[in-house]
């Protein structure tokens, strides 16, 4: 048998085996030749001493193997298909004589890796092509994998709308790692991804979730690999359009009519060669084109019901393919990303107060692939990637209908990179050995109240002329500067991440292979590594003012060992582990460089209160001097309208005034610092299973997967004590108390995951192909996000009392598709996914249990995600409930506040609830001549309309996420019995959402009202059904 080498998450593959006669006997010396079928390129080896051969870093695609030894028939297998990151095995068994034998090894066939210990899978051209993705979502294809779930982008962050997170072991989406032809492809600012690129565009997408190969980089919770399509020596493209409307879909909400909306989809991609066997060239645009509206429901614009909502993207992408030599391949490939939408509205909020949000991406990638001999080939990369963000004001008609507030926001990311990789083949050993290099540069402006934004006493009429003769409350006022990376030349961040690695895949024996290696990575300018800490924040941090220092110790050792027990080939048994950083993103930077860098260098406000006796005179840069005083307008009673004039040249004055000597935080006293003992988080990673070859082309794959995760990090949201919950306040640097909190960013969290993972996969054979996949899991977490821009915090400075279950923790994901090819060119495939709930923090509405600062502590007796996990039910919840009020409502904390009371929940009320979708697809082939074809598609997601209810299910008004309504007093005539449960002045029971008057009929709201509602996003899986029609052409 043959053992293969690993390539787990490199942009190629390989073809590898053992060959032997008649006999069994082994034969060396002979020859093997790997023939491309699309391009016509080969690549050549012979068998050592074992009969081993072994021919590494293939481009994806189909292949004809020929193996010619003397005294031998030759042996040839005309379909041998190599997939990104994996090894096609071919044992060749040599007979006697002059003739050749054909041995036909069919496009589908599928083998069990007797040589790796990743765990993951690779995802074919044919479930890319023929599966229902809705919205054509590229990184939907990863949730076919064990354990994987897909994120909207902008539940990280509002510049990410549109984008896609992939969570990957219940971990937040943002931290996956993803590379398109072995380039990263990764927002290194708030996470996610840079480029979106069509379905069109994809010749293989691999994801590995467990023991990532070290060539992978920064995977601590797994790694996605694209491999874009290239031209052939055969002219190849198609054209398509897909269209879905209001029309043909279910309400998306519990509101009696449906939201206008209409999507188009529409594109095409065409390749082939410019030159026979030597250039080639592929081409593909797709264009989306939505229309859609957002409801809205204002008290000052009865009329104005809905407002548009508009979405467009268009993506490209050109690659060339050169045979230079028989030695050299070279690639060129250029993509682009345009999309733009209105959005951030709706509700009270009008169409003013959102924003455009605009981002357009530009990649060009080029590589340099060379076989320096039959046993060293080397890959050359480079790639510069060219992201930017707009937030943007909407446009003049969406301004007409309220007073805007919004300011434009620019996030300008642009990488550099250089990747190397080199493999090498002796005797048993499979070397490889790289070295990655990005060079990255982001710069981010946000004009915060670049506009004064004013409160006014609200008016008893509802129109504009009545708001501007109110007196104003307060008003927030910028200095127009917009820096959010101040104290640097061009107000910019840089930073370059060298990384190395080395691995050798060594075989033991021939049915024994064990790989072992280590990566490091180290990062020149992660943080704000230039900027020590000021001098007010010294007595809060381990190393007092010393700037955050480069962590340079970064090794991540790794190994794996796979066994074929039997030396068929029919079954390995598999053991990996290793440790895996992860990435440390550049929002860290622009939050804490605000409080670091010298007062007004930045993007600064500052609030005037109207009354305030001594809040008009300001100095702006702090040296002593007034530089306009804003009395006059802040005169109790002074209208909105005479109050502007006023505020506006203040605002002039302020705009043009130099930055101060004096850190930011030492004049404001209350800011944001990274503590300077700040590690890079990094996972232990551990997995033990088996692969075993069933029959219809099949293999099953299971395995356990464990991973913790260190040094993750938190916010201590009060490091100075200013609160007394958390002690004695401490003494500042400037020798006084504490006036307000300071947050000190730190690693101490961390997480574990346990997972049991299953798969079965049957590729393409008899018409049909299947695939399963099934994780039994549970992740434990001191943190929401693990790389410290979400709160997560629920308890200050106790890291073991936020420790509870993550927000994407799910018991039992089950994912399921097929693809069957039907009589008379009829094709059905189809996607099944079936999610147990998520759970949710039991909270005490707003109160401050323990006086640490924190509002909405939890219910006593509970941890972080106990509600759906602990507390599985109404009655447990209840009995928490009364326990609360029976031993602490109504005391007092330690900031002297009153505790309230807390109300219990009505039977109605259900969580923990599944989440279940059923995507089907339809389409006919007509066939016209040759390879010339009409295919008709129609498409529902989720056929059986299932709610998939955002948030416990209960009373349909807002979502309940587990905050307790509660009562800071009983109301006249209510009691609470012993065992903690309030009664009305009836004796009844009080519940949440539902009261009681004396005379026993229910009035609703009285004590908070909740429910549940249906997912909103714009794409993806469980959304509500929807139906989409298309049509495809294809030469």
Do not use: C
């Not at 060298?498 to 290696?517: A, K």
Request: proline share 6%; aromatic share 8%; hydrophobic share 35%.
């Amino acid at each position: 048998m043959g053992i293969a080498p690993a390539f787990a998450q490199a942009p190629v593959g390989g073809i590898s085996g053992v060959v032997t006669d008649s006999t069994g006997a082994l034969v060396r010396g002979a020859n093997v030749t790997a023939t491309s079928v699309s391009t016509g390129a080969t690549r050549a080896a012979s068998s050592d001493d074992n009969g081993y051969f072994v021919i590494p870093t293939l481009k994806p695609g189909e292949y004809l193997l020929k193996i010619t030894a003397k005294g031998f028939a030759d042996f040839v297998t005309p379909h041998v298909v190599v997939e990104v990151g994996q090894t096609a095995r071919v044992d060749a068994s040599m007979a006697v004589g002059a003739v050749s034998e054909n041995v036909d090894v069919t496009a589908g066939t599928i083998a069990v890796d007797t040589a790796q210990s990743t765990v993951g899978g690779v995802v074919n051209l044919t479930q890319i092509e023929q599966l229902p993705l809705n919205g054509r979502n590229y990184l939907e294809l990863a949730r076919l994998q064990p354990g994987v779930e897909i994120q909207e982008g902008r539940s990280f962050d509002p510049t990410k709308s549109r984008y896609t997170g992939v969570s990957m072991g219940s971990r937040n989406g943002r931290e996956a790692r993803i590379t398109i032809d072995g380039i990263d492809a990764v927002d290194e600012h708030v996470g996610t991804t840079t480029l979106n690129i069509s379905q069109d565009g994809i010749q293989e997408f691999q994801v590995s979730t467990s023991s990532s190969d070290p060539s992978a980089g920064l995977s601590a919770t797994g790694a996605i690999n694209i491999i874009t399509k290239r031209g052939s020596n055969d002219l190849r493209g198609s054209g398509f359009l897909f269209a879905r409307g209001a029309d043909y879909a279910a309400r998306p909400s519990f509101a009696p009519t449906k939201p206008d909306f209409d999507r188009k989809q529409f594109g095409a991609n065409v390749g082939g060669p410019a030159l026979r066997d030597r250039l080639f060239w592929f081409g593909n645009i797709e264009k989306t084109k939505e229309n859609s509206a957002i409801g809205i429901s204002t008290p000052y614009f009865p009329s104005l019901t809905s407002y548009k909502a508009p979405f467009d993207l268009l993506s490209s992408t050109l690659r060339s393919d050169w045979r230079v030599s028989q030695k050299h391949d070279v690639f060129v490939r250029w993509s682009r990303d345009d999309n733009s939408s209105l959005g951030n509205f709706g509700g009270n909020r009008l169409p003013s107060s959102g924003n455009i949000n605009s981002n357009t991406t530009n990649q060009l990638a080029g590589g340099l692939d060379t076989v320096l001999t039959s046993t060293l080939t080397n890959s050359f990369r480079a790639a510069v990637t060219d992201f930017k963000n707009r937030v943007l004001r909407p446009d003049a008609a969406a301004q007409e209908v309220g007073i805007p507030g919004l300011e434009n926001i620019r996030t300008f990311e642009l990488f550099g990179q250089f990747r190397d990789d080199l493999t090498y083949s002796a005797g048993r050993h499979f070397v490889r050995g790289g070295v990655d290099i990005v060079r990255y540069r982001v710069r981010v402006t946000n004009f915060v109240n670049g506009f004064p934004s004013f409160n006014v006493v609200s008016p008893t009429s509802r129109n504009i002329a009545d708001i501007a003769n109110q007196p104003f409350i307060n008003v927030t006022v910028g200095n127009k500067n917009g820096k959010r990376i101040p104290g640097t030349p061009d107000n910019a961040h840089r930073n370059t991440r060298i990384s190395g690695y080395v691995e050798d895949t060594w075989r033991m024996r021939p049915n024994l292979t064990v790989n072992f290696g280590a990566r490091y990575e180290v990062d020149t300018h992660p943080l704000n590594n230039d900027l020590d800490k000021p001098a007010l924040v010294g007595p809060l941090l381990p190393h007092g003012t010393g700037a955050t220092p480069i962590d340079r110790n970064n090794v991540a050792p790794h190994g794996g060992v796979a066994w074929d027990p039997w030396g068929n080939g029919k079954t390995s048994i598999r053991v990996g582990a290793g440790i895996y950083y992860t990435l440390r993103i550049s929002n860290l930077v622009t939050n804490e460089r605000a409080s670091i860098a010298p007062f007004n260098s930045g993007n600064d406000t500052i609030t005037l209160t109207a009354g305030s006796a001594t809040g008009g005179p300001q100095d702006f840069n702090r040296d002593g001097a007034v530089d306009f005083d804003f009395s006059p307008a802040l005169v109790n009673g002074t209208r909105l309208r005479d109050a502007v004039p006023i505020v506006l040249a203040g605002q002039t004055v302020y705009v043009a005034a130099p930055s101060s000597t004096l850190r930011t935080l030492d004049v404001t006293r209350t800011g944001l610092v990274i503590s300077n003992d700040l590690q890079t988080p990094y996972s232990k990673q551990f997995n033990a299973g088996f692969q075993r070859e069933l029959p219809l082309n099949s293999v099953i794959d299971v395995n356990y997967v464990r991973s913790r995760t260190e040094h993750e990090f938190m916010r201590d949201l009060d490091a100075a004590n200013f609160f007394p919950g958390n002690g004695a306040p401490i003494v500042l640097g400037d020798g006084r108390a504490p006036t307000n909190t300071i947050t000190v960013i730190t690693s101490n969290g961390y997480s574990a995951y346990n997972a049991l993972t299953m798969k079965v996969d049957k590729r393409m054979s008899h018409h049909y192909q299947l695939s399963a996949g099934y994780a039994l899991s549970k992740l434990e977490t001191t943190t929401a996000d693990g790389l410290g821009l979400g709160g997560g915090t629920l308890v200050n400075r106790d890291v073991q009392a936020n420790f509870g279950y993550a927000p994407l923790d799910r018991r039992h994901r089950l994912t399921f598709n097929g693809i069957v090819a039907l009589p008379k060119g009829f094709r059905v495939s189809a996607i099944a996914t079936i999610y147990s709930g998520v759970p949710n923090s039991i909270l005490v509405g707003s109160a401050d249990l323990n006086g640490d600062g924190i509002s909405g502590d939890l219910l006593p007796g509970t941890r972080r995600g106990s509600m759906g996990r602990d507390v599985n039910d109404v009655a447990a919840l209840n009995a928490a409930i009364r326990n609360y009020n029976r031993t602490v409502a109504g005391t007092s904390n330690p900031r002297g506040q009153r505790m309230p009371f807390a109300v219990e929940m009505p039977d109605s009320v259900r969580f923990d609830d599944s989440f279940i979708s059923h995507d089907l697809q339809l389409s006919y082939t007509l066939k016209v001549h040759g390879a010339l074809t009409v295919e008709a598609t129609a498409q529902v997601f989720n056929v059986f309309n299932i709610s998939n209810l955002v948030g416990p299910a209960g009373l349909p008004s807002s979502p309940y996420s587990g905050t307790l309504p509660t009562l800071g007093t009983l109301p006249a005539g209510f009691t609470m019995t012993p065992d903690g449960s309030l009664r009305d002045a009836s004796g009844n029971p009080v519940l949440a959402g539902v009261s009681r008057l004396p005379n026993g009929n229910l009035i609703s709201t009285s004590f908070g009202s909740f429910g549940a509602v249906r997912p909103s996003l714009p794409t993806g899986t469980g959304l509500p059904r929807a139906a989409q029609f298309g049509l495809r052409v294809t030469f």
